[in-house]
Each structure stands twice: as C-alpha cells, then as structure tokens.
Antibody, heavy 119, light 112 residues
C-alpha cells in the first residue's frame, strides 16, 4: 500500500524558516518523481515544485512564487522528501501536500500538513 | 503559465442524474511524446485530493466507471453518468504537460 505522510507544519513568523518532511512507503522511492502542492485556506490547488530522481537527472523545478526561497530535497536512505522553506510570507500560509507523480500528474497524495505564517 | 479555466464553478446536481464539468486550457496540452497530460481530481471537504482521471480519459485504480473523461487539445470534459451522494466536493482539472503544472479554479458539486 502506498503511503505518504507529511509532517513539520506549524506556526512561523514572517521571514522565518520551516522544513517539511514527507515519509514515503509502498513504492520504489529512489526512482520516484515527487512533487509538493499547496492549498491556501478556502482556495484552490497550487503546484509548488518537483524533484526528479537521480536516474532522471536529480534536478528540481519550482513555481515562480517560491523560486529562490524553497528547496526540495530527497533522502533515499530514509524514503523521505523534504521541503525547506525560508523567507516565509503570509501568502505561504497553506496546507502542503506531497505527492508521487505518475502519468503526468499526482497519482498519490499525502494527508497534508498546515503551515501558518503569521506574526 | 498555462491557464486552466473550469465551468461551471458551482454545480448543483440531482442524485441519479448526469453531470459534466468543462475545462479549457490556454495552450494545447499535447506533449512532444504525443500524450496529453490532463488530469481530474476530486476533493471532499477536509480531505486530500484524489485523482480520478489521467491522460484525458484513463480512470485511476478504484475509480467508479460512472466517471469518464474526454477531450483533446485545449477542451476537456469530466462526466459523471449518475451522481451519487459521495460525489459531492470540489473537482479540479490539472495540466501536467507544461511547466509549471497548473490547476483549474475548481468546480464545487453539491446535491440539490
């Protein structure tokens, strides 16, 4: 059974940093393309960024609003995906989901973790 | 960025009746490999989104047959043949052809 479990969310002040984790199980994580998607309270879905596995270049890509502030990394030994967020803004307040990319979209999603940026 | 436009944004439906949601993209979603990476997701209140359809018309595992997807190029449709109570929630289309991925605004389906 595929499982994705996010953690690390919480309350942080504007300008602060936070690292989210996504623990994966039930599939071959080392070769998986993974993404982060967020959803502001009461709003729609927004793609945040992706991590391609080493076998496909090991590169990352980010949405414009987070480029230069967020970094996605992966620890294959721990089957864990990370989202390091810095210089946080109030607009970054959202539920953050990690997902396993399959067939050009997110085939599996985690339950999400809430990040609140507020003074 | 590719803009995804859904219609309607609110859809009151009658149990047992059909329903459909339209999704239009600002650019063609045909990728260089010949595939069209158009997805449909369903999100119930308080839950994570769940993918229903990938590559325009392919149902994900466990998705009921009453859900179907169609379309090509820039125009796509999600159809529910007979709406059931568990189908309420918000439906999103999403394109995975162009970077960055982009989602439609969402269509809220509720029972009349």
């Amino acid at each position: 059974e595929v499982r994705l479990v996010e953690s690390g969310g919480g309350l942080v002040k504007p300008g602060g940093s936070l690292r989210l984790s996504c623990a994966a199980s039930g599939f071959t994580f080392t070769s998986a393309w993974m993404s982060w998607v967020r959803q502001a309270p009461g709003k729609g879905l927004e793609w945040v960024g992706r991590f391609k596995p080493t076998t496909d270049g090991g590169t990352t890509a980010y949405a414009a609003p987070v480029q230069g502030r967020f970094t996605i990394s992966k620890d294959d030994s721990k089957n864990t995906l990370y989202l390091q967020m810095s210089s946080l803004k109030t607009d970054d307040t959202a539920v953050y989901y990690c997902g396993w990319e399959l067939q050009g979209g997110l085939g599996y999603w985690g339950q999400g973790t809430l990040v609140t940026v507020s003074s | 960025d590719v803009v995804m436009t859904q219609a309607p944004l609110s859809l009151p439906v009658t149990l047992g009746q059909p329903a459909s949601i339209s999704c239009r993209s600002s650019e063609s979603l045909v990728y260089s490999d010949g595939n069209t990476y158009l997805n449909w997701f369903h999100q119930r209140p308080g839950q994570s989104p769940r993918r229903l359809i990938y590559k325009v018309s392919n149902r994900d595992s466990g998705v009921p047959e009453r859900f179907s997807g169609s379309g090509s190029g820039t125009d796509f449709t999600l159809r529910i043949s007979r709406v059931e109570a568990e189908d309420v929630g918000v439906y999103y289309c999403m394109q995975g052809t162009h970077s960055p991925w982009t989602f439609g605004q969402g269509t809220k389906v509720e029972i009349k």
